[in-house]
């Protein structure tokens, strides 16, 4: 795991705990610093302070998202909880639109925060590392990130591809909204956020080229991929 925090005593604190609760820690200060572990180390995890003295953590961010998952030795799929002071919706909305896989606002209780890192890391540990997801004329590709329709490829946006992702995994299983945002987004709940309505919107918009619809919507219940394999 890399803890990346410029704040000494923070990061001295959520580094001794992370070791004594059987992680591996490897500690980083700055944005450049940050992207040097992480290619070096090969982490399961990262937290992110979002206030960097050389740079901001969303830029952080932003590279290890748009990362190859080859040349540059970054998994762009790499799990990645926000350790942040600003609390606003905004800053939270912001911060998962650019692919936080959750979103801890400081001040923080130690044992929340490991029971996040642990959830993270279980549904992480869950989805395929390598190989293609073939549906029909969809492959998505988590590796890589890349994803293809009927041989073409479709840019997606970071959470438009978690959501896809998540979808494929079980493509004729209904996954339920709760299921999603708390899976995807990382949401307790579901309130009246009209967020994974939006994504699946666009995300069904972009692979209409297909010869059957897929992100298929059950009314009051969830989504799924496809009706048929």
């Not at 762009?76 to 926000?82: D, G, H, R, S, Y």
């Not at 929340?112 to 890391?121: D, I, N, S, T, Y």
Request: a positive charge; hydrophobic letters at 45%; proline letters at 4%.
């Amino acid at each position: 795991m890399v803890v990346v925090e410029d704040d000494q005593a923070i990061a001295a604190y959520l580094a001794d705990n992370l070791a004594a609760d059987g992680f591996a820690v490897t500690s980083a200060r700055g944005a450049g610093e940050a992207l040097r572990a992480i290619e070096v180390r090969g982490p399961d995890l990262v937290l992110l302070d979002l206030v960097l003295g050389d740079g901001s953590g969303l830029a952080v961010l932003d590279r290890v998202r748009a990362a190859d998952g080859l040349a540059s030795r970054i998994d762009p799929a790499l799990p990645v909880i926000v350790l942040s002071g600003r609390a606003s919706e905004a800053d939270r909305v912001r911060g998962f639109a650019r692919g936080a896989d959750d979103y801890v606002v400081k001040p923080f209780a130690y044992q929340e925060l490991l029971g996040r890192v642990r959830a993270v890391l279980r549904r992480a540990g869950g989805r395929p590392a390598r190989g293609a997801i073939r549906v029909g004329e969809l492959s998505v590709e988590p590796e890589t990130r890349q994803v293809r329709l009927a041989g073409e490829p479709v840019t997606l946006a970071a959470k438009e591809f978690a959501l896809l992702q998540a979808l494929a995994a079980n493509p004729t299983r209904v996954y339920l909204k709760n299921d999603l945002l708390r899976d995807v987004w990382g949401y307790a709940s579901i309130g009246t956020t009209r967020t994974l309505d939006a994504h699946a919107c666009r995300l069904r918009r972009k692979l209409s080229g297909a010869g059957r619809p897929f992100v298929l919507n059950v009314r009051g219940v969830g989504y799924r991929l496809t009706e048929v394999l």
